[in-house]
């Protein structure tokens, strides 16, 4: 289980690096700018390098393991002493979900259905936004939905600088050298990523409240938003190279996050596991005599 997870960080590092390459090719200008910087984008960009099927597959059974040790740890709880709460339980039982649907698309799309994992996330993010405002309160759903994104994106962002990552990471197995820099890469990366996340809800709040699906974006077109502020390319190249530094600590995580189970690392389940497996001292002939006495 513990080598599906680290390959599930592995893959999602990946797509995430994809995303960023895209968007700061968007920033500067070049020809990356006819590809969407999302998903769909990502997997474009990968299918077209050299054994690029082959990649695909690789990504999409490493989701796949993702998905599957998030369920492990909704079922039998996370590492750490608060593993165990309804509230991660929850949390890793929708990561599950969200995860074996990106496998489930990346692995169409490897298997020829080019519309499966590659669609515009903009596209998709219109019909969802159209269907919801033909609902009996759809504004208000669609009001709801985008406050719960800006506060999600809050919450991501908020967690990132106050360090709430390290709990998760084996600290011991880190050197000097390198835990400073899987910080800042954390730091960095869940920041932009908790920006990308509220500029979406944002978008949606205001398609709710003008009732207009088309003011609702999906990633590329939040991504392209920020382009058009002051300075706009600038702010678009530092998100970024943020989305690149989580992308970078993903893989960060793939070596040293923690994927123990019932709220103790795994670490140090192995310790007393090796501790407890070690030879058994054999009383002397004395002992007996003394213990009767």
């Known amino acids: 289980m513990a080598v599906a997870a680290r390959a599930g960080f592995a893959a999602r590092g990946l797509l995430y690096v994809l995303v960023a390459v895209i968007a700061l090719r968007i920033a500067l200008g070049g020809a990356g700018g006819e590809r969407q ?16 099927v082959a990649l695909l597959w690789l990504v999409g059974v490493a989701l796949a393991g993702l998905a599957v040790w998030q369920l492990s740890e909704a079922v039998f709880g996370a590492s750490g002493p608060d593993g165990s709460k309804v509230s991660r ?72 600088v106050r360090r709430k990552f390290r709990k998760d990471l084996r600290g011991e197995a880190l050197s000097g050298r390198a835990r400073p820099v899987v910080e800042a890469l954390g730091v960095t990366g869940g920041a932009a990523r908790g920006v990308v996340f509220a500029a979406a809800g944002v978008f949606a709040v205001v398609a709710a409240v003008r009732h207009q699906p088309g003011r609702a974006k999906g990633m590329d077109d939040t991504l392209r938003a920020f382009r058009d502020l002051p300075a706009g390319p600038w702010v678009l190249a530092l998100v970024a190279l943020g989305l690149a530094a989580f992308g970078l600590f993903c893989w960060c995580e793939a070596r040293w996050r923690r994927v123990g189970h019932g709220g103790a690392p795994a670490d140090r389940v192995s310790r007393r596991s090796r501790a407890g497996s070690g030879p058994r001292r054999t009383p002397g002939p004395g002992s007996w005599r003394r213990r009767r006495a």
């Open 37 to 52: 910087a999302d998903r769909g984008g990502a997997l474009g960009e990968l299918a077209g390098r050299p054994f690029g």
């Open 89 to 160: 339980r929850v949390a890793a039982l929708f990561r599950c979900l969200f995860y074996g649907f990106v496998s489930y698309s990346v692995l169409a799309y490897a298997a020829g259905d080019r519309g499966s994992g590659s669609g515009s996330s903009d596209r998709q993010t219109d019909d969802v936004t159209a269907r919801v405002l033909e609902w009996p309160g759809g504004q208000w759903i669609l009001g709801l939905a985008g406050a719960g994104v800006v506060v999600a994106g809050l919450w991501i962002l908020v967690r990132a």
